[in-house]
């Protein structure tokens, strides 16, 4: 008791020593009590009314200051933030900033309409304050805090220092002023720019405190234990995250290139850093790579092997050092207003505690901070909504740099910055683009190529700006007047006529609905636009035409532009299925058109696009058919996205997902779903884990044998159970460098109790290796001398993080001591007095085995059960690679992970689109010296099971024959095209079923088509059909008995989601692609494992047909019905598009949305009840009510979809 007095005395005391302080206590330390309101005495009315005139005094006024004066700039009104700037120096308080141990966001402000200010500036003895009320964190209740000792009657009105620093809390220095193309029209637009960031409570304090001295909690027990846990939720990945970047940093101080001492950029036609080199081969081939006209920055999408410092570049630097810049610098005290220049000339105390934060920096990478400090601080700033701060450090950079590109991107960016707060800005972006191109002014932009190239590419950038935002009808005109003048802008012909496409897109995607609300023909008014453009520059175009006139009923006309199209150059048909050519490929559109009453555009709300724009279809990095990727997309919607975006709403109503940025360093994008812009900034210390495994490329290696990771250690959640626990991960990628290994691949587990734990896998395999290669040679046939040798030179390796060598005889570790030792026997015999001559292993070390380690994760991790499969590669021989199964059902589990060491082919293919939910076990195919290929069972105890060769099956190949692993058993398709089964080497052929096409699962029912056309549901226990109804509307495509017309060669299921029906008794909705028809299912997810005459039966809902092969299914509601995209060109196809489809499920088609890009969708569904505010701010545009559909679009951005609130009822 004694110790919790203390406690709370220490908590008034600093309250009385710093009132700004003031913060809502959350209710961690009392779950049960969520409130708690202290009743005053009745006679205190004169003190309460004395309270009440001093709390008006003392909040952030909403609509006039109390000194009577009117702020310039950041005046607070509903819905807008102030812009703080505390760099100007007046006399006041000398403290303005917290320590580097009180580094928090306790002093970031949310507006809060209709309540008072948290903000205590008013009065020093302001220690009573009114309900509070925390909008934006989890579960926290208004609190009242209550006087402990002081007497309200003798509070003193606010002095006048106190209100000078009220006024200047609210006023700003107009900075922009400073900018050589200053204009007034411009700079007048910025001045509401509001960030919106959380307000901490007391325990976020505690915790962001006590995340770098987590140690210090042993001293401290009266922690409370949920604190406890949040202190380990922010503290999970932070040791991590600091050890890499310093590693990084350390191994950048060494390089010498001079290209490090620029900033990169590209031009808005390249993505890839080392094509900016600008090589002439290059630029022959790409006359704009021209490097001198690009303005825009250099987007990570790269990755890098450490140990290869060739492929590093500024960007990987500046990325690093903003990371740890963003985690040590502290956060200014804006309510602390402008201060008095004492210690430093010039300089301000938050100058001083910057430059004091970041001196132990300086110390130990001067190279570095001295080139790159002043380039990175600008991100910094914008990642914590500082925004006059990056303001005026992108400004000076602007004075500073030489070159006139990168003038332009400093002008670039700050527009950037505004534009990523506040979309009302818009408009000023695109004018301030146009005077960038007032910077190139060096005799060599007057080249009229080059002159032509700018011009085109900030036509361009406007262009692509007003297919950004909401789409309103002023974008929409201006978007297709913009995306028309750039093709007529010269350089035109052949090799510019790529931008039709993105005309095409606007017209046809972002636009199409805006166009039909005003009455307009879109499909007409898109032809009318394209079509002289098919005539004059490229015949691409011509298959898009066939479709807008199939989406007019038009058949001659679809078939003859198809025609056509198809009589040109045999390379345009690259683009399209081959099965596709010979026939219409609309011709299933143009039917479905017909059939429908009313077929609409959908409604695309708003589009967001974080990173730059990047206008090219000549990437390099896109897929071909000899080097396709593993993932058929190249995820660049932020700098950090994953193949699956796994959008969805936190519990705050931001939209997020697998969203993060790296310049500025931010670890989460959270938009507003209502309008797409930034609704909040993350905090600086939370950690997002990314939902699935992520890699990057590396333009050098490739991406098809190894993994390679951000230059950000970035968790990813590679595991979440049914019983809660949740397990991730952060890694190297291919790494090869003796120092950093013990900081390298971690593993983090968190059980359904709350409880946590860690494993460093990297030590963990490299322990393995060590201790087999010690017990190996103890086995070894040889003189104790030599094995004394090899075991000294093994723990020399090990001690010092080198390569531990092979042991075997033929391997140079054996080799090299055998040699050393005959040499020493021969030395021996000649020496005279006949003295024994030992070996030297420190000597044999230094000059053999000094090699770096190597620690590569070969392939994505694969989900099997409860337990998650890695393969390493661990030395050099690509045959020998590690075997790693993490268990994640109990901690003590989890903590001892199964390590085993294979011999395989240099790359084993596994599929994990084989593996099922109730897998025990995961399959490899493998071959040994001159053996055939087999497939190779294993258990999660890492023991093979089952072993088949290859040759009594089908050749397996993606997208067409691959083993299933459901439960214990393993069921392909055999030579003979019957049904196979494997179990712990128990055969079996299921003759009794007819001959198999294609083969895939639904949970744990087998889904086939047979060699006779039928479709086939199979128990994969019993191996006996299940019985299936099909629906009457459904017959066009499936029969009765599941005949299907013809024999598919493209067999998957997708889109599985389970509903409620009105008994709430919970039903599964599935997809079956087959070929271009989607087969909708409805199935009891308990349908399996039961006895024949109890097992419910598999609904046959409904069937369609599509124009192209189905790539992606969400299914909304029972009313709302499902959509589904499609394609009819090669995923290699160079313009590659995709159309989304709307249907009910009658199979009636009520909408699309045409010229999508590449896959996958990560379409999240979500019934929003409508926000009225941002209803009657945007006249209805947005704010709705009804079915919002969040995606990705392809074209490096995310949309909206926005179906409606007529759907909105949930039937059976």
């Given at each position: 008791?004694?110790?919790?007095?203390t406690?709370?005395?220490t908590l008034?005391?600093?309250r009385?020593k710093?009132p700004?302080?003031?913060?809502?206590?959350?209710?961690?330390f009392?779950r049960k009590?969520?409130?708690?309101?202290?009743?005053?005495?009745?006679?205190?009315?004169?003190?309460?009314?004395?309270r009440?005139?001093?709390?008006?005094?003392?909040?952030?006024?909403?609509h006039s200051?109390s000194s009577?004066?009117?702020?310039?700039?950041?005046?607070?009104t509903e819905g807008q933030?102030?812009?703080?700037d505390?760099?100007?120096?007046e006399e006041s308080d000398e403290s303005?900033y917290f320590?580097?141990?009180e580094?928090?966001?306790?002093l970031?402000?949310?507006h809060?309409?209709?309540a008072?200010?948290c903000?205590?500036?008013?009065?020093?003895n302001?220690?009573?304050?009114?309900q509070i009320?925390?909008?934006?964190c989890?579960?926290l209740?208004p609190?009242?805090l209550?006087?402990?000792?002081?007497?309200l009657?003798h509070?003193?009105?606010?002095?006048k220092?106190?209100?000078r620093?009220r006024?200047?809390?609210?006023?700003?220095?107009n900075?922009?002023?400073?900018l050589?193309?200053?204009n007034?029209?411009?700079?007048?637009?910025?001045?509401?720019?509001?960030?919106n960031?959380p307000?901490?409570?007391?325990?976020?304090?505690?915790?962001?405190?006590?995340?770098t001295?987590?140690?210090?909690?042993?001293?401290?027990?009266?922690?409370?234990?949920?604190?406890?846990?949040?202190i380990?939720?922010?503290?999970?990945f932070?040791?991590?995250?600091?050890?890499?970047?310093k590693?990084?940093l350390?191994k950048f101080e060494?390089?010498?290139?001079?290209?490090?001492?620029?900033v990169?950029t590209?031009?808005v036609?390249n993505?890839?850093?080392?094509?900016l080199n600008?090589?002439r081969?290059?630029?022959r081939?790409?006359?704009?790579?021209d490097k001198?006209?690009?303005?825009?920055?250099?987007?990570?999408?790269c990755?890098?092997e450490?140990?290869?410092?060739?492929?590093?570049?500024?960007?990987?630097?500046?990325?690093?050092l903003s990371?740890?810049?963003?985690?040590?610098i502290?956060?200014?005290d804006?309510?602390?207003?402008?201060h008095?220049?004492?210690?430093?000339?010039?300089?301000?105390?938050?100058?001083?505690?910057v430059k004091?934060?970041?001196?132990s920096?300086?110390?130990?990478y001067?190279?570095?901070m001295?080139?790159f400090y002043?380039?990175?601080?600008?991100y910094v700033?914008w990642?914590?909504?500082d925004?006059?701060?990056?303001?005026?450090?992108f400004?000076?950079?602007?004075?500073?740099?030489e070159?006139s590109?990168h003038?332009a991107l400093?002008?670039y960016?700050?527009?950037?910055?505004?534009?990523?707060f506040?979309?009302?800005?818009?408009l000023?972006?695109?004018?301030?683009?146009s005077?960038m191109s007032?910077?190139?002014?060096?005799?060599?932009y007057?080249?009229e190529?080059v002159?032509?190239?700018?011009?085109k590419q900030?036509?361009?950038?406007?262009?692509?700006?007003c297919d950004?935002g909401l789409m309103?009808?002023?974008?929409?005109?201006?978007?297709t007047?913009?995306?028309?003048?750039?093709?007529?802008?010269?350089?035109?012909?052949?090799?510019?006529s790529?931008?039709?496409?993105?005309?095409m897109?606007?017209?046809?995607c972002?636009?199409a609905?805006t166009?039909?609300?005003?009455?307009?023909d879109?499909?007409?008014?898109?032809?009318e636009?394209?079509?002289?453009?098919?005539?004059?520059?490229?015949?691409?175009?011509?298959?898009?035409?066939?479709m807008m006139?199939?989406?007019?009923?038009?058949?001659t006309?679809c078939?003859k532009?198809?025609?056509?199209?198809e009589s040109?150059?045999?390379?345009?048909?690259r683009?399209?299925d081959k099965?596709k050519?010979?026939?219409?490929?609309?011709?299933?559109?143009?039917?479905?058109?017909?059939?429908?009453?009313?077929v609409?555009?959908?409604k695309?709300?708003w589009?967001?696009?974080?990173n730059?724009p990047?206008?090219?279809?000549?990437?390099?990095?896109?897929?071909?058919?000899n080097?396709p990727?593993i993932?058929?997309?190249?995820p660049?919607?932020?700098?950090?996205?994953?193949?699956?975006l796994?959008?969805?709403?936190t519990?705050?109503g931001h939209?997020?997902g697998?969203l993060?940025?790296?310049?500025p360093?931010?670890?989460?994008v959270?938009?507003?779903?209502?309008?797409g812009t930034?609704?909040?900034l993350p905090?600086?210390?939370s950690?997002?884990?990314?939902?699935?495994f992520?890699?990057?490329?590396?333009f050098?290696?490739?991406r098809?044998?190894?993994t390679?990771?951000?230059v950000i250690?970035?968790?990813m959640?590679?595991?979440?159970?049914?019983?809660?626990?949740?397990?991730?991960?952060?890694?190297?990628?291919?790494?090869q460098?003796?120092?950093p290994?013990?900081?390298?691949?971690?593993?983090?587990?968190?059980?359904?109790?709350?409880r946590?734990a860690?494993?460093?896998?990297a030590?963990?395999?490299?322990?393995h290796?060590?201790?087999?290669?010690?017990k190996?040679?103890?086995?070894l046939?040889m003189?104790?001398?030599m094995k004394?040798?090899?075991?000294e030179i093994?723990?020399l390796?090990y001690?010092?993080?080198?390569?531990?060598?092979?042991?075997?005889k033929?391997e140079?570790?054996?080799?090299?001591?055998?040699?050393?030792?005959?040499?020493?026997?021969?030395?021996q015999l000649?020496?005279?007095d006949g003295?024994?001559?030992?070996?030297?292993?420190a000597k044999?070390?230094q000059e053999h085995?000094?090699?770096p380690?190597?620690l590569?994760l070969?392939?994505?991790?694969?989900v099997?059960?409860?337990?998650?499969?890695?393969?390493?590669?661990?030395?050099?021989?690509?045959?020998?690679?590690y075997?790693v199964?993490?268990?994640?059902e109990?901690?003590?589990?989890?903590k001892?992970?199964?390590?085993?060491?294979?011999?395989t082919?240099?790359h084993?293919?596994?599929?994990?689109?084989?593996?099922?939910k109730?897998a025990?076990?995961?399959?490899?195919?493998?071959?040994?010296?001159?053996?055939?290929?087999?497939?190779?069972?294993v258990?999660?105890?890492?023991?093979?099971?089952?072993?088949?060769?290859?040759?009594?099956l089908?050749?397996i190949?993606?997208?067409?024959?691959?083993?299933?692993v459901?439960?214990k058993?393993?069921f392909?398709i055999?030579?003979?095209?019957?049904l196979?089964r494997i179990?712990?080497?128990?055969?079996?052929?299921?003759?009794?079923?007819?001959?198999?096409?294609r083969?895939t699962?639904l949970?744990?029912?087998?889904?086939m088509?047979?060699v006779?056309?039928?479709?086939?549901?199979v128990?994969?226990?019993t191996?006996l059909?299940i019985?299936?109804?099909?629906?009457?509307?459904a017959f066009?495509?499936i029969?009765?008995?599941?005949?299907?017309y013809e024999?598919s060669?493209?067999l998957?299921?997708?889109?599985e989601?389970?509903?409620?029906?009105?008994?709430?008794c919970e039903f599964?909705?599935?997809?079956?692609?087959?070929?271009?028809?989607?087969v909708?299912?409805?199935?009891?997810?308990?349908?399996?494992?039961?006895?024949?005459?109890d097992?419910?039966?598999v609904?046959?809902?409904s069937?369609?047909?599509l124009?192209?092969?189905?790539k992606?299914v969400c299914f909304?509601?029972?009313?709302a019905g499902?959509?589904?995209?499609?394609s009819?060109?090669?995923s290699t196809?160079?313009?590659?598009?995709e159309?989304?489809?709307?249907?009910?499920h009658?199979?009636q088609?009520?909408g699309?949305l045409?010229?999508?890009?590449?896959?996958?969708?990560s379409?999240y569904?979500?019934?929003l009840?409508?926000d009225?505010?941002l209803?009657?701010r945007?006249?209805?545009?947005?704010?709705q009510?009804?079915w919002h559909v969040?995606?990705r679009?392809?074209?490096?951005?995310?949309i909206?979809?926005?179906?409606?609130?007529?759907?909105?009822?949930e039937?059976?």
């Open positions: 008791m004694e110790d919790d007095t406690g709370l005395h008034i005391s600093q009385q710093r700004s302080y003031s913060r809502a206590i959350s209710q961690e009392s009590s969520e409130a708690v309101v202290v009743p005053r005495k009745r006679n205190r009315r004169k003190s309460e009314k004395i009440s005139h001093s709390l008006i005094d003392s909040a952030v006024p909403q200051h009577g004066a009117e702020p310039e700039t950041g005046q607070s933030f102030p812009v703080f505390t760099n100007d120096g303005e320590s580097a141990e580094n928090s966001d306790s970031e402000y949310v809060q309409e209709n008072p200010s903000s205590s500036s008013a009065s020093s302001d220690d009573e304050i009114p009320t925390h909008q934006n989890d579960n209740s609190v009242t209550d006087t402990y000792d002081g007497n009657k509070r003193r009105a606010p002095s220092k106190q209100k620093k006024r200047l809390l609210y006023s700003s220095y900075l922009f002023r400073e050589p193309f200053y007034d029209e411009i700079v007048n637009e910025f001045k509401d720019v509001h960030i960031k307000v901490p409570t007391l325990s976020a304090l505690c915790v962001k405190a006590l995340v001295k987590k140690k210090s909690l042993a001293r401290h027990p009266i922690v409370p234990h949920v604190i406890r846990q949040d380990g939720n922010a503290a999970a932070y040791k991590e995250k600091v050890e890499w970047i590693t990084y350390a060494k390089e010498k290139y001079p290209r490090f001492q620029e990169l590209r031009s036609w993505i890839e850093p080392w094509a600008d090589t081969a290059f630029q081939n790409n006359p704009a790579a001198k006209i690009s303005c825009l920055p250099v987007t990570p999408l990755g890098f450490y140990h290869d410092a060739e492929f590093y570049y500024p960007s990987h630097i500046m990325i690093a990371c740890l810049l963003h985690l040590t502290p956060f200014p804006p309510s602390k207003g402008k008095r220049q004492r210690k430093l000339e010039g300089s301000a105390p938050y100058d001083r505690a004091n934060a970041t001196a920096l300086h110390k130990s001067p190279k570095l001295g080139r002043d380039k990175t601080m600008p700033y990642a914590r909504g925004v006059n701060r990056a303001k005026e450090s400004i000076q950079l602007i004075h500073t740099c070159k590109r003038k400093y002008m960016e700050i527009q950037r910055m505004l534009h990523f506040d979309d009302a800005s818009q000023t972006f695109d004018l301030s683009m005077y007032g910077v190139f002014n060096k005799p060599y007057s080249q190529k002159a032509q190239l700018i011009c900030i036509s361009l950038l406007k262009a692509n700006l950004q309103t009808v002023e974008k929409a005109h201006m978007a007047e913009r995306w028309s003048h750039c093709m007529r802008a010269p350089p035109v012909g052949e090799g510019w790529r931008d039709t496409f993105f005309l897109d606007s017209l046809l972002f636009h609905h166009y039909f609300e005003l009455g307009i879109w499909i007409q008014h898109a032809i636009k394209l079509e002289p453009l098919c005539k004059a520059s490229n015949a691409d175009l011509y298959i898009f035409l066939s006139y199939a989406m007019q009923k038009q058949n006309k078939k532009t198809f025609k056509y199209f040109l150059e045999r390379s345009y048909l683009n399209v099965d050519v010979g026939h219409c490929p609309w011709q299933t559109l143009l039917e479905s058109v017909k059939n429908s009453v009313a609409r555009p959908l695309v709300l589009r967001t696009q974080i730059p990047r206008l090219s279809h000549e990437r390099l990095d896109w897929p071909t058919e080097n990727f993932e058929n997309c190249n660049s919607e932020a700098d950090i996205s994953c193949r699956d796994d959008l969805y709403i519990p705050e939209l997020t697998n993060q940025m790296t310049l360093p931010i670890q989460s959270l938009l507003n779903p209502y309008t930034i609704a909040q905090a600086v210390y950690v997002t884990s990314l939902g699935s992520h890699s990057v490329q590396c050098m290696h490739g098809y044998s190894h390679f990771s951000p250690p970035t968790p959640e590679i595991y979440r159970g049914q019983n809660g626990c949740v397990v991730s991960m952060i890694f190297p990628g291919k790494h460098h003796p120092g290994v013990k900081h390298l691949l971690k593993v983090f587990w968190q059980g359904p109790d709350g946590r860690r494993l460093n896998l030590l963990r395999i490299r322990d290796i060590y201790q087999a290669a010690k190996q040679v103890r086995l046939s003189d104790e001398e004394t040798c090899m075991l093994l723990r390796c001690l010092k993080d080198y390569l531990i060598p092979s042991t075997d033929k140079q570790l054996y080799e090299t001591v055998e040699k050393a030792y005959q040499e020493n026997k021969q030395r000649k020496h005279k003295a024994s001559i030992s070996l030297n292993p044999i070390f085995f000094m090699k380690p190597i590569n070969l392939r994505p991790p694969v099997f059960g409860t337990d998650i499969f890695f393969r390493f590669k661990v030395n050099e021989d690509p045959c020998r690679n075997f199964v993490i268990h994640t109990t901690r003590t589990e989890f001892n992970p199964k390590i085993q060491e294979r011999h082919i240099d084993p293919s596994y599929f994990s689109n084989g593996i099922s109730s025990e076990g995961f399959y490899y195919l493998n071959t040994v010296s001159h053996d055939p290929v087999t497939v190779c069972v258990n999660r105890h890492l023991v093979m099971t089952d072993q088949v060769d290859t040759a009594i089908q050749p190949k993606e997208d067409a024959h691959i083993p299933i459901i439960g058993s393993l392909a055999s030579h003979l095209q019957y196979y179990n712990d080497q128990i055969e079996s052929f299921a003759e009794h079923l007819d001959q198999i096409h083969l699962f949970g744990d029912m087998l889904v088509v047979t006779s056309g039928y479709l086939l549901f128990d994969s226990q191996l059909p019985r299936v109804t099909v629906h009457s509307r066009a495509l029969l009765e008995n599941l005949y299907i024999v060669n493209y998957k299921v997708q889109g989601k389970s509903f409620r029906d009105a008994n709430n599964v909705r599935a997809a079956i692609l087959l070929d271009n028809k989607l909708i299912i409805k199935t009891d997810p308990e349908a399996c494992g039961m006895e024949a005459e097992r419910s039966t609904t046959v809902t069937a369609v047909s124009s192209g092969q189905p992606d909304l509601s029972e009313s499902y959509l589904v995209s499609a009819i060109f090669n196809g160079k313009f590659y598009r159309n989304l489809y709307h249907f009910d009658c199979g088609l009520l699309v045409l010229s999508l890009g590449h896959g996958p969708r379409m569904p979500v019934y009840p409508g009225p505010d209803s009657a945007y006249s209805d545009l947005c704010g009510e009804g969040y995606m679009d392809g074209h490096d951005g995310i909206c979809v926005y179906l409606g609130k007529v759907y909105n009822r039937t059976s």
